[in-house]
T-cell receptor, first 114, second 115 residues
């Protein structure tokens, strides 16, 4: 079974500063993928970034980067130059298994302050 | 492309009523999923399907049923609705051509209240 732990229920960051959202995972599968999704107050799930378990380099997508430390089983999301529109709930998820199932963490509510 | 569509967007059910949440995707994806999201929580997998005619239980299947007669459609049936089923329901789909990142595309969600 897979497990995702997000230990920060809420985070605050000043506009234009960087912020790191923590995620640790547990899985017995040798091959897996780690995802971050953003859920604004409107409710939709927005895919942000992906990291494969065999990827040698950390994933980056614009202002988002994933700090992947395989030995520590952590996959932290770094948002650089925060914007007011980044205020949302952020979910870390792990994908594994033959059915490509996603297991989600409980989320971190990020608030960007002007 | 419409992507993943879900109907209805909102629904209020009385205890004991039944309903079907509709989900359709036009991306020819073989994998489809149903999740529920309780307030302040992450998503939990209810059922999934790896292709037409093949379905299987996820983490929280009790009180639900699914069918997958076509590649496009994956309806979720609630029988004898209970207040514990008050939640937001998301349908998702993905494809596996052996490529990464197996991204799951989510529908907009159905907000269900059982009173």
């Amino acid at each position: 079974a897979q497990k995702i732990t997000q230990t920060q229920p809420g985070m605050f960051v000043q506009e234009k500063e960087a912020v790191t959202l923590d995620c640790t995972y547990d899985t017995s599968d040798p091959s897996y993928g780690l995802f971050w999704y953003k859920q604004p107050s409107s409710g939709e799930m927005i895919f942000l970034i992906y990291q494969g378990s065999y990827d040698q380099q950390n994933a980056t997508e614009g202002r988002y980067s994933l700090n992947f430390q395989k030995a520590r089983k952590s996959a932290n999301l770094v948002i650089s130059a925060s914007q007011l529109g980044d205020s949302a709930m952020y979910f870390c998820a792990i994908l594994s298994g033959s059915a490509r199932q996603l297991t989600f963490g409980s989320g971190t509510q990020l608030t960007v302050l002007p | 492309n419409a992507g993943v569509t879900q109907t209805p967007k909102f629904r209020i059910l009385k205890i004991g009523q039944s309903m079907t949440l509709q989900c359709a995707q036009d991306m020819n994806h073989n994998y489809m999923y149903w999740y529920r999201q309780d307030p302040g929580m992450g998503l939990k997998l209810i059922y999934y399907s790896v292709g037409a005619g093949i379905t299987d239980k996820g983490e929280v299947p009790n009180g639900y049923n699914v069918s997958r007669s076509t590649t496009e459609d994956f309806p979720l049936r609630l029988e004898l609705a209970a207040p514990s089923q008050t939640s937001v329901y998301f349908c998702a789909s993905s494809q596996d051509y052996g490529q990464v990142p197996y991204e799951q595309y989510f529908g907009p969600g159905t907000r269900l209240t059982v009173t």
